[in-house]
């Protein structure tokens, strides 16, 4: 019930900062992409931000023996570059651009009840059924595998 109540907290309060720092608002990320016209800054200094908390918070946290509510870490193993991964990051990029959104403010951005939002999250959600529909079955040792840290890690 911790775990859920954290979770449901910490997901208010990313929506909140989606919100109070504009990333909710599709002509405003169109802005930040438009390097070669009218390039608003702005949401740069909300990553920065956000990547410095990251960068702080990050490191204290993993010194910790275990998280909060779970038993162990569970922190992403894989370092490689593949075909799968470029092409999804490329038609991330591409929907960002086009949309002025990604999934996070688009979720966020529902509750405005606005058509972009709508058609934005339906076509997230086409996108993530198609993938769903078209991936080939991973190794058990490539994706999805995790790195344990937690009480089992050795001090040395």
Not at 95 to 104: E, I, Q, S, V, Y
């Amino acid at each position: 019930m911790r775990a859920n109540a954290a979770a449901l907290a910490a997901g208010a309060l990313f929506g909140l900062g989606l919100g109070v720092s504009g990333m909710t608002l599709p002509a405003k990320v169109r802005g930040f992409l438009d390097v070669t016209g009218a390039w608003d800054p702005s949401l740069a200094l909300v990553m920065v931000g956000a990547i410095g908390v990251h960068l702080v918070l990050y490191r204290a946290i993993v010194q910790r023996d275990s998280p909060l509510f779970h038993g162990t870490f569970q922190l992403p193993s894989r370092a490689d570059v593949d075909a799968r991964l470029i092409g999804g990051a490329a038609l991330f990029g591409v929907g960002w651009g086009l949309g002025g959104m990604c999934p996070g403010p688009g979720v966020v951005s529902l509750a405005s009840g606005t058509l972009d939002a709508v058609t934005f999250a339906l076509a997230m959600l086409a996108g993530m059924a198609l993938q769903h529909a078209t991936r080939r079955e991973p190794s058990a040792t490539a994706e999805g595998s995790h790195e344990q840290l937690g009480p089992t890690r050795s001090s040395g």
